[in-house]
């Protein structure tokens, strides 16, 4: 799978396809996406394999040259689809968003390697060792820098594709931030950039809206302002309390979170800047 950006101009579909058209290369999936605001270009092609007179590393090797003549610079991917996706999983004493991706995972639906999942509370290591995924409590009461040293090592060692915040409810630092670009994702309980921050299903209710949501996103040093991958909302009303809010939030953070962990396991979010496209 080749995923690329770079500046529009005429003839960059046709240099790619020509390039894939030259050695063999069977187009299986294309999408393409100009951004008028930035003159951006982006596009995803997926490519059989098997159509290939060689592997990921020699494609990887000859794109670079197109990559480099259309202005792209770091700015493209070429991945193998055949290698299973690991992630590794954060936590804290909320289970929702862990129970429905371990259900996703058990079920086949998503198709990923759950290296680990790390917790700053122990209370959601009975289920993950339930499903053969080992778990790693870190506690967080004393000292934040030591323990932040600790959960860095548990996800390094697996290089994992996906560093998922499932409500870990701790601000990762910004030397973690920059080393998991790209990779670190959050799901925030409200439809971001409206109640940053904590308790913003109290700040929702205390503004009387109509509907709550949740915002998937990459995590930067900017707290609940990086990229956003997906955001889905749910209907509430004058009747609902503050705790009717959290259950109906919780149904619509499950969703999200793994519909945006999908498209980003998949290669399909191209971020451009503090926006997204996905193809």
Known sequence: MITFGCPDRTGIVARIASFLAEVGGWIVEAAYHTDPDTGWFFTRQ???????PFDVDELRARFAGVARSLGAES??????????????VLVSKEAHCLYDLLGRVASGELDVDVRAVIGNHDGLADITRAHGIPFHHVSFAEDKAAAFAEVAKLVDEHDPHAVVLARF??????????????????????F?????????YHQAHQRGVKLVGATCHYVTADLDAGPIIEQDVIR???????????RKGRDIEKVTLARGLRWHLESRVLVHGNRTVVL
Not at 75 to 88: A, E, P, Y
Not at 192 to 200: D, E, K, N, V
Request: net charge negative.
């Open 46 to 52: 997926v490519v059989r394999a098997d159509s290939l």
């Open 75 to 88: 700015d493209w991917s070429v991945t193998d689809t055949g290698q299973r996706r690991r992630i590794v």
């Open 169 to 190: 409810m701790q601000i990762l630092p910004p030397e973690l931030c920059q080393a998991w670009a790209g990779r670190a994702i959050n799901i925030h309980h409200s």
């Open 192 to 200: 971001l950039p409206s109640f940053i921050g904590a308790r913003p």
């Open 236 to 246: 509430v009303d004058h009747g609902d309390s503050v705790a009717d809010m959290v």
